[in-house]
């Protein structure tokens, strides 16, 4: 299957659903289907590890002071749970911005990367993001994955040999140093992973930057730079924007209250949290706690999808 014939047909599948703003889940399981019509704003976005292969259209992201497009034929993979700003930057409703994301499986990337062929890790610093134009054997296997929706029978057998297909090419890619740096242990990408995951399981609480570095086998020099090389920012900000990302989706989901969504992330003052709110979000907290999250549709991404 080639990049126009994957993209005819799930541009049809988004046309027969009427898929608006927000990406859409399908019948199979981690894979969901973008459509945009217009181009959108920069804003605040939470990615979690994903894959997602750019069909129409062209996106872009910022991290940190990295600017990383997204166009159209393009793969791009997310290798770890990363705070960032994106938007959609070519859509039209003659010409929509389309795209495919699948949620990575990290331990499935840490298995395939353990065997002989992926031996060795990569060298040098990694980003958090990585870009690559797709090659022929990713767009087939995310074709047969696609084409499944229409073969409920075969989805519980197939399923999982498509989606070990898919990360194997990914290793295979350009993105596998990324990958691979990210699944080899004592690297330090994977020190920084781990150290995401620490971050992101108490991000209400204060965080210390010593303690992190130590829990993570790093001296704080060393971890500094390295965390900035992979994310693009620093740790403190990095939980800065994840309780902000998650305050919002509190007001916005659960409909909480501007302080009680304050407290909830860990803020201890909601004027501060107030005044860094507006400064990421352009809007005070208040706004988006007064509005369902879909009636800001067009400044609104899904935190975890393309």
């Not at 959609?88 to 353990?114: F, H, N, Q, T, W």
């Not at 001296?219 to 998650?246: C, D, M, N």
Request: hydrophobic residues 45%; glycine residues 6%; neutral net charge.
């Amino acid at each position: 299957m080639t990049l126009d014939d994957l993209s005819r047909k799930v541009l049809a599948y988004a046309d027969a659903r009427d898929i608006g703003d927000e990406p859409s889940t399908t019948d199979v399981p981690g894979l969901k289907v973008s459509r945009r019509i217009q181009a959108t704003e920069l804003v605040p976005v939470l990615y979690e590890p994903i894959f997602c292969l750019v069909l129409e259209g062209a996106k872009q992201a910022r991290q940190g002071s990295r600017i990383i497009d997204f166009p159209r034929g393009h793969s791009v993979v997310v290798g770890i749970d990363l705070p960032t700003d994106a938007r959609v930057v070519e859509a039209s409703p003659e010409r929509p911005y389309v795209a495919l994301a699948l949620k990575l499986d990290m331990g499935l990337i840490r298995e395939l990367s353990a065997e002989p062929g992926f031996a060795g890790g990569a060298g040098g610093e990694v980003a958090a993001i990585s870009v690559a134009e797709a090659d022929d054997a990713i767009i087939a296997a995310m074709g047969r994955l696609f084409a499944l929706m229409d073969k409920p029978a075969a989805l519980p057998v197939l399923h999982p040999l498509l989606i070990r297909e898919i990360h194997y090419w990914l290793l295979c890619a350009n993105h596998g140093s990324l990958l691979r740096a990210l699944t080899q242990a004592g690297s330090n990408a994977s020190r920084i992973a781990d150290a995401i995951v620490i971050i992101r399981s108490n991000f209400e609480r204060p965080l210390v930057v010593a303690d992190l570095a130590s829990a993570v086998g790093m001296s704080v020099s060393a971890f500094h730079l390295q965390f900035k090389a992979v994310t693009g920012t620093t740790p403190l900000q990095y939980q800065k924007r994840l309780r902000l990302i998650e305050a919002k989706r509190l007001m916005q989901s659960e409909r909480q209250s501007v302080s009680s969504a304050a407290f909830s992330v860990g803020y201890e003052s909601p004027t501060q949290f107030s005044r860094e709110y507006v400064r990421m979000f352009g809007l005070p907290p208040a706004r988006h706690a007064r509005v369902p999250a879909r009636a800001h549709a067009s400044n609104y991404e899904d935190p975890r999808w393309m």
